[in-house]
């Protein structure tokens, strides 16, 4: 009797309707706009100057990083970071930016919107004498720092930048370990 593998297939993501461009017009949300692109910025420096780790782990810490310190920050909150942050992945949703190869953007997306969410639940604040409740960015880092060790957060599986050559187009958990096997034989 012959076998069949089972293939898993990772399809486009709800990104939802409004792109980011879309989002920054809304004039209402100036102040929580601009706090999101600090808190990017930030998010950058930061996964880019932890060392020992693979592109792959810097970027999801960056995207973890990134909604922590939103969700961190009261004049911000979960709510509106994570909906701006899904806008930002609008952009991506067919075609991964800065690749020629179309079928990347759904499992890019798929990582960066898991390690939104991860972020975005690790919220953590400290007491400011002067500004009441920011956000604990020492105690934020080691919680993500231990989430990626724990597996915690979504990774490609590969060598190097997020491209179709250096990847094998597997979404892991950060520990390296599998979500699902690489294959299932079906008897």
Known sequence: M???????????????????EAAKRD????????GLWIASEWADKWSEAVTGKS????????????????????????????QFTTAHEYSNKVKDQGSSDTKLGAYNNTMDLFNNDVG????????????GPVPDTAAIQAALLQKLSAGELMIWDGTGEWNSKTTNRLLIKSNKQKYYPAEEIIP
Request: proline share 4%; charged share 20%; glycine share 4%.
């Open 27 to 34: 004039l209402r949300n100036l102040d929580k706009l601009a």
């Open 2 to 20: 012959a076998k069949l593998r089972r293939l898993i297939y990772v399809d486009v993501p709800n990104v939802g309707t409004l792109s980011e």
């Open 55 to 82: 592109p792959a782990e810097r970027n999801a810490l960056k995207h973890s990083y990134w909604n922590a310190l939103g969700a961190s920050n009261v004049a911000i909150g979960k709510t509106f970071t994570l």
């Open 120 to 131: 975005a639940n690790t919220a953590i604040t400290k007491q400011d004498p002067v500004k």
